[in-house]
């Protein structure tokens, strides 16, 4: 697809993108069974478009996928964590639908393509199939010991499953997010849910950050809902960018992947390292910028992120983007090497 640009484009993900509304929402009819997926992958070589570049501040760009399905539930890709590193892959749409697969690379260590891709739809206590998509707008997505934490938007919650690719079932427990239900937006809720270091000061404990839910100095709600710290912090709002996505730096720091949009700028994307010390029970935690890109780069409305070791040390960061089931976006796969010095 023709990655295009101009104000038509940037008019539409305001029609969409930012405000949730996929043209043509995914839902399908009858058993939740899971359904194979036919998933090409067209390699994207640079990150900025037309420049041979690799390194951008600390990131270093390894390769891309630009992936297309004829499968009509394909696309809305919200969420994602690897259960194998930069291979085996679980992940959640925010039109209701886990999706399963395998990532591959190159003998460059590129990323190659996409296998095995699955998909099934959420289902209820009953094992019926959700078919109202304000029940089921999965954002974020948590992964520890065979358990799937995911979060939802417009119907507000938490909620944990037990991992089963061949079958994932309803929830079996929801959990108390501790942010008062009332100071999250309808649509602006958990985007990030994610563990902590298992070997700090909230020894792995689930750690959840809204999208854009304010306080009234204008920080965003977030909070520590295990571990022996509990508590509602906010994450100081950092410009017009609101907060998609992140997980936990071997670090122990926290890296968030934020998006925004404006007629003039179009759709930016950016990477922030919120210092590990700064997520704590009623502090309004904060860190640099690490990396940001617009629409001359090779983005798209990005919504997920993981943080993954490779088997040569190099810590790496993956995102993906969500294309709203629009003909207009598209679905990404980027990958990059975080350099530590």
Same mark, same amino acid.
Not at 48 to 66: C, N, R, T
Not at 120 to 141: C, H, Y
Not at 192 to 216: I, M, R, W
Not at 320 to 334: A, C, G, T
């Given at each position: 697809?023709?990655?295009?640009?101009?104000?038509?484009?940037?008019?539409?993900?305001?029609?969409?993108?930012?405000?949730?509304?996929?043209?043509?929402?995914?839902?399908?009819?009858? +058993?939740?069974?899971?359904?194979?997926?036919?998933?090409?992958?067209?390699?994207?070589?640079?990150?900025?478009?037309?420049?041979?570049?690799?390194?951008?501040?600390?990131?270093?760009?390894?390769?891309?996928?630009?992936? /297309?399905?004829?499968?009509?539930?394909?696309?809305?890709?919200?969420?994602?964590?690897?259960?194998?590193?930069?291979?085996?892959?679980?992940?959640?749409?925010?039109?209701?639908?886990?999706?399963?697969?395998?990532?591959?690379?190159?003998?460059?260590?590129?990323?190659?393509?996409?296998?095995?891709?699955?998909?099934?739809?959420?289902?209820?206590?009953?094992?019926?199939?959700?078919?109202? !998509?304000?029940?089921?707008?999965?954002?974020?997505?948590?992964?520890?010991?065979?358990?799937?934490?995911?979060?939802?938007?417009?119907?507000?919650?938490?909620?944990?499953?037990?991992?089963?690719?061949?079958?994932?079932?309803?929830?079996?427990?929801?959990?108390?997010?501790?942010?008062?239900?009332?100071?999250?937006?309808?649509?602006?809720?958990?985007?990030?849910?994610?563990?902590?270091? +298992? $070997?700090?000061?909230?020894?792995?404990?689930?750690?959840?950050?809204?999208?854009?839910?304010?306080?009234?100095?204008?920080?965003? $709600?977030?909070?520590?809902i295990e571990g022996p710290?509990?508590?509602?912090?906010?994450?100081?709002?950092?410009?017009?960018?609101?907060? /998609?996505?992140?997980?936990?730096?071997?670090?122990?720091?926290?890296?968030?992947?934020?998006?925004?949009? %404006?007629?003039?700028?179009?759709? !930016?994307?950016?990477l922030r390292r919120i $210092?590990?010390?700064?997520?704590?029970?009623?502090?309004?935690?904060?860190?640099?910028?690490?990396?940001?890109?617009?629409?001359? $780069?090779?983005?798209?409305?990005?919504?997920?992120?993981?943080?993954?070791?490779?088997?040569?040390?190099?810590?790496?960061?993956?995102?993906? %983007?969500?294309?709203?089931? %629009?003909?207009?976006?598209?679905?990404?796969?980027?990958?990059?090497?975080?350099?530590?010095?």
């Amino acid at each position: 697809m023709i990655f295009l640009r101009g104000g038509f484009r940037q008019t539409f993900f305001a029609a969409t993108a930012l405000f949730g509304m996929a043209l043509a929402p995914a839902i399908a009819a009858g +058993p939740s069974a899971v359904e194979m997926v036919e998933v090409s992958a067209r390699p994207i070589s640079n990150f900025h478009i037309g420049s041979a570049d690799k390194q951008f501040g600390p990131l270093e760009f390894v390769g891309g996928l630009e992936m /297309t399905s004829p499968t009509r539930d394909f696309g809305a890709l919200s969420a994602f964590r690897f259960l194998k590193p930069g291979s085996d892959l679980i992940g959640v749409a925010d039109t209701g639908f886990w999706f399963f697969g395998t990532l591959t690379h190159d003998a460059e260590r590129r990323p190659s393509g996409i296998q095995s891709f699955r998909m099934q739809q959420m289902v209820d206590a009953s094992g019926r199939p959700i078919d109202k !998509k304000w029940q089921v707008d999965a954002e974020g997505l948590a992964v520890k010991d065979g358990i799937a934490t995911v979060g939802f938007e417009r119907d507000q919650r938490v909620a944990q499953f037990k991992i089963d690719p061949d079958n994932m079932s309803a929830p079996f427990k929801q959990l108390n997010y501790l942010v008062p239900a009332r100071e999250l937006r309808q649509n602006r809720g958990f985007e990030t849910v994610t563990h902590a270091n +298992p $070997y700090g000061q909230h020894e792995g404990g689930l750690v959840v950050v809204s999208e854009k839910s304010l306080d009234k100095a204008g920080n965003i $709600y977030a909070a520590i809902i295990e571990g022996p710290h509990k508590g509602v912090f906010t994450v100081k709002r950092n410009g017009d960018f609101d907060i /998609t996505d992140g997980a936990f730096l071997p670090d122990g720091d926290l890296l968030l992947l934020e998006r925004s949009f %404006s007629m003039a700028g179009g759709v !930016k994307m950016r990477l922030r390292r919120i $210092y590990g010390e700064s997520v704590e029970k009623g502090a309004v935690a904060d860190g640099p910028v690490l990396m940001e890109a617009d629409m001359g $780069y090779q983005i798209d409305n990005m919504e997920g992120l993981d943080v993954w070791t490779r088997d040569d040390g190099a810590v790496m960061v993956s995102l993906i %983007s969500d294309d709203n089931h %629009s003909i207009l976006q598209r679905n990404l796969y980027l990958e990059f090497i975080l350099h530590q010095d």
